[in-house]
């Protein structure tokens, strides 16, 4: 078992921004952020390459979430910014330890508890 933990979230206004944290006690071959509305799938929102830091992002989240990573912790992040209503959401990190990154929640093995994100308008 690989446990996540998460941190940040939380509630801003619409164009405010947040960063989120997620920390494993080993390495990881991929990284990623989802996020589920209540009601909806689960969807894949970024993903990271742990070996040579290739990103892969959400349409919808292009261009104002930023994933990163600090392999000397073994954690990485998702920075926010200029958020929006429809993005809020509980934002779950995910990790393989194998593979490449996808934005499929089914190829992830290990979950962080999940955090919460609400923009107001």
């Known amino acids: 078992d690989v446990p996540l933990v998460e941190s940040g979230g939380g509630s801003v206004q619409a164009g405010g921004s947040l960063r989120l944290s997620c920390a494993a006690d080993r390495f990881t071959a991929t990284r990623a952020w989802f996020r589920q509305k209540p009601g909806k799938e689960r969807e894949g929102v970024a993903a990271?390459?742990?070996?040579?830091?290739?990103?892969y992002y959400a349409d919808s989240v292009k261009g104002r979430f930023t994933i990163s990573q600090d392999n000397a912790e073994n954690t990485w992040y998702l920075q926010m910014i200029n958020l929006e209503p429809e993005d809020s959401a509980m934002y779950y990190c995910?990790?393989?330890?194998?593979?490449?990154?996808?934005?499929?929640?089914?190829?992830?093995?290990?979950w962080g508890q999940g955090t919460q994100v609400t923009v107001s308008s």
């Open positions: 995910a990790a393989r330890l194998f593979g490449r990154p996808y934005l499929e929640a089914s190829r992830y093995n290990y």
């Open positions: 990271i390459d742990g070996g040579d830091g290739t990103t």
